[in-house]
């Protein structure tokens, strides 16, 4: 039946949905900052991921990993060096910041790689898994199994390690957590770096989906704001039901309205439910 096809469509895409939302509420949620660069994050660990694949033959499975390792070092040094001093500023001030950034990055992007649409091509190709009435290729079970593994082990991190619980610490009330001896600078920056990360991630596994270019950081900015609202900020159970939900919505509004009505769809869902529910569906105080 259609909607077992389309219902699985949207159930594909919805752990891959949910890691390239998770380092944008991670950032928003401890640093208060709507962070801008987030989408040219992901599109650069997605060219990370094919120029490694073409060059290296590396899989962009198996190379998530490291294009987020790599990004992060990047966050943490843009945190240090851009963003921390306007930490604390009204949020006009991050957002411009975080809005310039982002035109940088797209533009030197658009300048190294060009505009043209790259895409990973996987040799062998994984094929599909046939069940009947549902066809699922294999790339996305398999991107969305790694999105939804990397997701799991930033929510192991922020619950079970030192340095997890100093950013939820933070999160949750930083001049308690400054005067309970947590360096609040270093921790703003580890938590942009690991946003970052989850983008480089993200990207990598998207590379293997979707085309790449600089002009789709915007959509991907756009699919991790839905996911954040919808899932509910401060909550990474809430990130994986969000990145669901998303995915389902897109499907289900590309059959009924056409796939150029698909992100439409979302959004009109996401306004009506900042009208019931502005907390998002699992929004809490603090990152869990």
Known sequence: ??????????????????????????????????????????????????FAHATLGISPFLFAPIAGALLFVLGFAIQKVAVNPVMGRPVLMSLLLTFGLNLFLDN???????????KVILNPPLGILDLGSVIVPLDRIYATACGLIIVAALWALLRGTQLGRAIVAVRMDRDAAELMGIDVKSTYAL???????????????????????????SLYLGKAFVICVLGGLGSVPGVIIGGFSLGLLESFGALVFGSEHALTVAFLALIALLIVRPQGLLGRRGFQ
């Open 191 to 217: 938590a942009f770096g690991l946003g970052a990360f989850m983008a480089g991630a993200a990207g990598a596994l998207l590379s293997a989906i979707f085309p790449i270019s600089p002009l789709a950081s």
């Open 108 to 118: 030197l992007m658009i300048e190294g790689f060009s505009a043209d649409y790259r």
């Open 1 to 50: 039946m259609l909607w077992l096809q389309v219902l699985a469509n949207g159930l594909a895409l919805g752990g891959l949905y949910a890691c390239v939302a998770a380092g944008f509420s991670l950032v928003w949620g401890v640093l208060n900052i709507i962070n801008i660069l987030h989408g040219s994050l992901v599109v650069l660990g997605a060219y990370l991921a094919f």
